[in-house]
T-cell receptor, first 113, second 114 residues
Framework: DAMVIQNPRYQVTQFGKPVTLSCSQT?????MYWYQQKSSQAPKLLFH???????NEADTPDNFQSRRPNTSFCFLDIRSPGLGDAAMYLC????????????FGPGTRLTVT | ELKVEQNPLFLSMQEGKNYTIYCNYS?????LYWYRQDPGKSLESLFV?????AVKQEGRLMASLDTKARLSTLHITAAVHDLSATYFC??????????????FGQGTRLTINP
């Protein structure tokens, strides 16, 4: 089945130790999004890729970076995680012809110790 | 700046009762979404509302959109325990073609008691 896959599902990292979260999709969608959702809060858009074009939200901290080496994969890099970065990170995709529908992955729960 | 507000934020109701969750937003948009989220899980798409007056129904849930009033409602009919979850509405800022920039409401945590 076509889908959005996130790895790992659970990630524990140490304060200040760089961490990378992975998202892959078999939907061949042009757009990939990363959201951060802290406990008991709403998801918040961090950035998105429109094909290879990177679009950062104005309030996304510099500590968060992203890479999209090809259509299928997108990575979220946190350069120096702080305790406040502990959250669920959600990846989503959408296609140009049905851009109004986003397909969410299962999420990666990040713990910072 | 687009703001999206839901109410109530917490809702505890009995099985078999009806209730409505409200979603208000501050700037013009004609694309509104409802999602369900179970604890520790990702978002599940419930409804996509793309025009004024849009109404969609799935089982015991019905969603509507009034773009003039900047208001969407999610109505629950004869609630059952399985509907217990957090429900989010989200509005597209509409800034770019071909992609979405969603702003989410705070979420409504719904608990349905036997």
């Amino acid at each position: 089945d076509a889908m959005v896959i996130q790895n790992p599902r659970y990630q524990v990292t140490q304060f200040g130790k760089p961490v990378t979260l992975s998202c892959s999709q078999t939907l061949n969608h042009n757009v990939m999004y990363w959201y951060q959702q802290k406990s008991s809060q709403a998801p918040k858009l961090l950035f998105h890729y429109y094909d290879k074009d990177f679009n950062n939200e104005a309030d996304t901290p510099d500590n968060f970076q992203s890479r999209r080496p090809n259509t299928s994969f997108c990575f979220l890099d946190i350069r120096s995680p702080g305790l406040g970065d502990a959250a669920m990170y959600l990846c989503a995709t959408s296609s140009l012809d049905r851009y109004y529908e986003q397909y969410f992955g299962p999420g990666t729960r990040l713990t910072v110790t | 700046e687009l703001k999206v507000e839901q109410n109530p934020l917490f809702l505890s109701m009995q099985e078999g009762k009806n209730y409505t969750i409200y979603c208000n937003y501050s700037t013009t948009s004609d694309r509104l979404y409802w999602y369900r989220q179970d604890p520790g899980k990702s978002l599940e798409s419930l409804f996509v509302l793309l025009s004024n007056g849009a109404v969609k129904q799935e089982g015991r849930l019905m969603a509507s959109l009034d773009t003039k009033a900047r208001l969407s409602t999610l109505h629950i009919t004869a609630a059952v325990h399985d509907l217990s979850a957090t429900y989010f509405c989200a509005v597209d800022r509409g800034e770019i073609q071909g992609a979405q920039k969603l702003v989410f409401g705070q979420g409504t945590r719904l608990t349905i008691n036997p």
